[in-house]
């Protein structure tokens, strides 16, 4: 199974900040990965797909870019129904495997 | 507007067994491949299964192969996922997901999810 590693775990920010979460892959997955969004007690909602394209329906501010193993997910400028947990997965193989998560946190 | 709403979730025993279901509706059900994610309370993302579309293809993690079984009924709109030889270490949130087109690997649905709570 390919394993999926987010860093951080965890990040305080503050409204208006710039954020970036890497996601690290332990073979190359080309662009298949994603991202989620999930907020407690809710479902997962996915934000981007193939590593750059943004969810109908997402705001712009949030981008993804990568190819290989490493991938980023960027927040241009945090707003507050931005604190969530991210998760990357990829869908390069089967099984589909997601990263441990990181909790984005209000400063 | 898609939905997809889970049901079947609650108490039961190590050893026992389950069924899941999940409702779906605004879209054709049968044009799609579906799975079952899991969340164990406070972890994260678990991928636990696949059906293809007209389910010639399903796939299993390791952690639930030979005791669940996932199934779907095209004509009712429905995914199941049947649970047996429950484990407590099966507690979890369970989420039915649809692929974006058939077998993408990623989920832009998911329902709300039901609680399955495995313990004596």
């Known amino acids: 199974d390919i394993q999926m590693t987010q860093s951080p775990s965890s990040l305080s920010a503050s409204v208006g900040d710039r954020v970036t979460i890497t996601c690290r892959a332990s073979?190359?997955?080309?662009?298949?990965l994603n991202w989620y969004q999930q907020k407690p007690g809710k479902a997962p909602k996915l934000l981007i797909y193939?590593?750059?394209s943004l969810q109908s329906g997402v705001p712009s501010r949030f981008s993804g870019s990568g190819s290989g193993t490493d991938f980023t997910l960027t927040i241009s400028s945090l707003q507050p129904e931005d604190f969530a947990t991210y998760y990357c997965?990829?869908?390069?193989?089967?099984?589909?495997?997601f990263g441990q998560g990181t909790r984005l946190e209000i400063k | 507007e898609v939905q997809l709403v889970e049901s079947g979730g609650g108490l039961v025993q190590p050893g026992g067994s389950l069924r899941l279901s999940c409702a779906a509706s605004?879209?054709?059900?049968?044009?799609?491949?579906m799975n079952w994610v899991r969340q164990a309370p406070g972890k994260g993302l678990e991928w636990v299964s696949y059906i293809s579309s007209s389910s010639s293809t399903i796939y299993y993690a390791d952690s639930v192969k030979g005791r669940f079984t996932i199934s779907r009924d095209n004509a009712k709109n429905s995914l199941y996922l049947q649970m047996n030889s429950l484990r407590a270490e099966d507690t979890a949130v369970y989420y039915c997901?649809?692929?974006?087109?058939?077998?993408?690997?990623?989920?832009?649905?998911w329902g709300q999810g039901t609680l399955v709570t495995v313990s004596s």
């Open positions: 997901a649809r692929d974006d087109y058939d077998s993408s690997g990623y989920f832009p649905y």
């Open positions: 605004g879209f054709t059900f049968s044009s799609y491949s």
């Open positions: 073979q190359s997955i080309s662009s298949y």
């Open positions: 997965q990829q869908s390069y193989s089967t099984p589909p495997t």
């Open positions: 193939a590593a750059s």
